[in-house]
């Protein structure tokens, strides 16, 4: 099997793999997670162009923009989940706001300079930029599992998801700066970027296949 065909088995299987979770959120409570049916449909999109493409001369940077616009979606659905846990506290409600506003702010940032610093043609400021947001979401996805670990009611459904997002998000921010460091390390990072996807795509599937159980009481606190 050449690498062609390996990289179109991937990518189709992929896609069932988007297409099963999609089912499997519409047969749940979808509110929590509007964003993350928003995330699986953008995946499924820009695979479905990808391999409509792949070979063609324009390939490449639509590749990288579509990775740039996945991402920023990763980081959106973050973003959403972190508001949803800290909207169940009322008396956190402000602290979710400013929590978005500020990782909003360090996200422009950190792409902006990725964008604005490199005069390395295109690939190279994409994955940087990509890395910077990648980072910046993992960031963000460690302090919702803090909110729901320290919550008094421990929605089991919200922190496998949120594991899943980790996951990918750590596997992203390594596979990224692997490309960056050398050309021989780009078969790894690619190799880790699927790794850590799949992973993810195999945990939101666990998740989701199993019927939601009442939000289990976190241990208390001790005095």
């Known amino acids: 099997m050449n690498s062609d065909t390996f990289y179109f088995a991937l990518a189709c299987f992929a896609l069932l793999c988007y297409a099963y979770l999609l089912h499997l959120i519409l047969k749940g409570p979808i509110r929590p997670y509007v964003a993350l049916f928003i995330d699986l449909i953008v995946l499924f999109l820009t695979n479905v162009a990808e391999l409509a493409l792949y070979g063609a001369d324009i390939y490449p940077k639509v590749f990288y ?65 990509v890395r910077n947001l990648s980072v910046t979401a993992m960031v963000m996805n ?38 960056l460091m050398a050309k021989s390390l780009i078969p790894f990072s690619n190799f880790v970027l699927i790794a850590s996807h799949f992973l993810c795509l195999a945990i939101w599937i666990s998740a989701f296949r199993q019927k939601p159980r009442p939000a289990a009481p976190s241990a208390p606190s001790r005095p």
């Open 142 to 179: 460690l302090i919702l599992w803090m909110l729901l670990l320290s919550s008094r009611t421990l929605d089991r459904r919200l922190l496998t998801v949120t594991s899943g997002l980790g996951v990918q998000m750590a596997g992203e921010a390594i596979g990224q700066s692997l490309r």
């Open 65 to 129: 923009i579509d990775d740039m616009f996945r991402q920023a979606i990763v980081f959106i659905l973050v973003i959403s989940l972190v508001y949803y846990a800290l909207t169940s506290k009322g008396d956190k409600r402000s602290l979710g706001r400013w929590l978005i506003i500020g990782a909003t702010l360090l996200a422009a940032i950190f792409i902006s300079y990725a964008l604005l610093h490199s005069t390395n043609g295109f690939i190279r400021p994409m994955t940087n930029a």
